[in-house]
């Protein structure tokens, strides 16, 4: 069981929403690997967890993109290894499940969050502060979008 941890927090409501939701849904993974793995469970959690950061590194890109954010490139260049880590994390799980440490993953998947958190996410934060009532206005419809219709 892992606990958000509030120094992670930006300011930015549906950014911070977002990121409490990323935390749940690696708490639903550590729950399957701790009850015993079901690959089926596992692979949804997976999934899950992929599409959920896929649409959360989109709503993060928009409002970076919104607010005029100089580390942009460097950034989604970190959100694109997450990306390409996850689509071979799931294509390998597919093949063999068995082959998978999923604690191991789960370790690193929430490393990799916290740190990305801490540092990348945190440097945007004085420029979207910047530009908060645009940024205000933006979230309103992000928060309705999800993964799938952004
Ligand atoms: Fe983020
Ligand atoms: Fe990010």
């Not at 990305?116 to 910047?130: F, G, L, T």
């Amino acid at each position: 069981m892992i606990y958000w941890d509030p120094k992670l927090e930006t300011g930015i409501a549906v950014i911070d929403e977002d990121h409490k939701t990323l935390f749940g849904l690696l708490n639903a993974l550590l729950r399957i690997i701790d009850d015993g793995e079901k690959a089926d469970d596992a692979a949804l959690a997976i999934s899950a967890l992929n599409d959920y950061a896929v649409g959360h590194f989109k709503r993060e890109e928009a409002l970076m993109l919104l607010c005029g954010y100089p580390g942009q490139d460097r950034h989604e260049r970190d959100h694109n290894a997450f990306r390409q880590g996850m689509k071979s994390l799931q294509h390998l799980f597919s093949i063999n499940a068995g082959m998978v440490n999923l604690r191991g993953v789960s370790d690193f998947l929430l490393n990799w969050l916290q740190q990305h958190i801490a540092v990348s996410d945190r440097a945007y934060v004085p420029k979207m502060q910047e530009s908060s009532a645009l940024i205000a206005k933006a979230s309103e419809n992000l928060i309705s979008c999800t993964s799938f219709d952004l």
